[in-house]
């Protein structure tokens, strides 16, 4: 197929679009997860809140805090002044629109339409793959065959991890290459990415040192790269403006500023550093987590959200206690590196590795929609295929392993080839820079909360993805092609 394909890519994803949502088509309803309620219902107690109080959803009879977190005794109003600053209102926008327009879809559709953007400007701009036959098809692998398809049509922010890697990636090796209006949209998804989940902050301040190294030793295109980690820094600065936005009118509206998951001392009193710490630590009290020594140690989960007064610790606690865990888990967390740090440095390593080969998507079905959800969005999350026939996501993330696996390969021996081809070195520096980013994901998410499949599953269709891209540019190689420079408008594929 040949196509002019330069100026076209932006609405070729809109039909990209389409396809990495195939699998969310055949599920019958959008995916979801139990946080996708508290997503939603921030904006919808916002928007009561601040515009109009007559403005009321489905949405407005659930408070607007996880049900998780509050004790039974919680005063009626208790919950609606409990907001959870982990949970973005900027995506929790994206998502509430998408619910009073479209029942999800909107949301869901634009989710894939940004992802299938970003790879079409990967093909395009950065790797020369000016063919809409393999764009598609790479597209269609990934749907099916990875957990792409299912984190498309998600309603949770996992899809824009992979996406702010990208961006990154582009920026860093690619910047001379890219139009101003890539830059931009490069830019504003970067900064949205940023804000819509903390997580991806913190991968992208583990990536900038290495780049930082990189572009130091490496003077091809020195410039260019430090203006690319400038544009990046300059991301994350606005994102986190945004959050002190949030923050602000957060203790207008209810009189509190939004409350943070104690999520380092849930993770590191899963750890015997932590434990021993503790012991040291309590005697006499010295942190509010000491009076829950005696439950210790709990999965990270169970001590943030299990909600039993004899076994849980954040969930049932009052909002002073609440409020105390959350404001001493850095302090906790930097005196347990101190007190063991070897200990504690090789016990999170550990699970840094068992977080890299942990990306099913077995852990994204809800075993009960329970109260998250008003009736009848429960009632079509039920009716969807994922949650009636959940043998669907074991064989999809048994095909994921198989894939990954031949994948990685692939790129192995693609890079092998290309070794001896100066003219490929960025290509391959965009390789070995979006696996970074995938390791940064599966260090970040190990270290701040635990082993999780659902964290690496997010990003790991990157690795397919690379070698596509691989087996592309080696074909290209070994073939006639037409380069396309920046100024050139029209180009044709094969």
């Known amino acids: 197929m040949r196509l002019q394909f330069c100026r076209s890519s932006y609405f070729l994803a809109l039909l990209g679009a389409v396809v990495l949502l195939i699998p969310t088509f055949l599920n019958g309803y959008p995916f979801f997860y139990y946080d996708s309620s508290a997503y939603v219902r ?205 923050n602000q009118i957060t203790f207008k509206v209810v009189g509190r500023f939004p409350l943070r998951l104690p999520y380092l001392t849930a993770r590191l009193t899963e750890l015997d550093p932590g434990l021993r710490y503790l012991d040291h630590a309590c005697t006499p009290p010295q942190y509010a987590v000491c009076a829950y020594r005696a439950r210790l140690p709990l999965n990270w989960n169970a001590f943030m959200f299990d909600n039993d007064a004899q076994t849980g610790v954040f969930a049932p606690a009052d909002f002073a206690t609440k409020r105390q865990l959350s404001d001493e888990q850095v302090r906790f967390a930097l005196h347990v590196f101190l007190f063991e740090p070897a200990q504690t440095i090789r016990g999170l390593m550990g699970d840094f590795g068992r977080q890299l080969v942990m990306f099913s998507v077995n852990d994204a079905k809800m075993p009960g929609v329970g109260e998250n959800f008003p009736q009848q969005i429960g009632e079509k999350i039920k009716a969807s295929n994922i949650y009636s026939y959940p043998e669907i996501i074991r064989q999809w993330s048994t095909v994921t392993y198989v894939v990954t696996i031949f994948s990685l ?29 995938v390791l940064a994901n599966a260090f970040v998410c190990a270290v701040l909360a635990s082993p999780f499949d659902r964290f690496q599953a997010r990003v790991i269709w990157l690795v397919p993805l690379l070698a596509f891209g691989t087996w592309f540019v080696n074909e290209r190689l070994g073939s006639s092609v037409v380069y396309c420079d920046r100024a050139v408008r029209t180009c044709l594929a094969d």
């Open 409 to 437: 390969a692939v790129v192995i021996f693609g890079l092998f080839r290309l070794r001896s081809n100066h003219e490929m070195s960025a290509f391959a520096l965009s390789v070995w820079i979006t696996l970074l980013g």
């Open 42 to 246: 921030g904006p919808d107690f916002a928007i009561r809140e601040i515009i109009n109080p007559k403005l009321t959803t489905v949405w407005s009879g659930v408070e607007v805090a996880s049900d998780k977190i509050l004790p039974a005794s919680s005063s009626p109003g208790e919950a609606a002044k409990t907001i959870l600053s982990g949970r973005s209102v900027y995506y929790g926008f994206l998502v509430y629109v998408g619910y009073v327009l479209s029942d999800f879809w909107l949301a869901a559709f634009l989710q894939a339409y940004i992802v299938a953007a970003i790879v079409g400007l990967l093909f395009l701009r950065c790797w020369q793959i000016f063919s809409a036959r393999r764009y598609f098809l790479t597209l269609t692998f990934l749907s099916v065959l990875t957990p792409l398809g299912f984190f498309a049509g998600f309603m949770m922010p996992d899809i824009f991890a992979a996406a702010a890697i990208l961006a990154i990636v582009m920026l860093f090796v690619y910047s001379q290459q890219l139009e101003l209006i890539d830059v931009i949209f490069l830019a504003g998804l970067l900064i949205l990415s940023f804000a819509f989940h903390s997580s991806h902050i913190a991968f992208a301040l583990v990536m900038l040192p290495l780049l930082t190294i990189v572009a130091i030793f490496f003077a091809k295109d020195r410039v260019a790269r430090f203006r690319a980690l400038t544009l990046v820094i300059f991301c994350l600065t606005a994102a986190g403006a945004l959050e002190l936005v949030f």
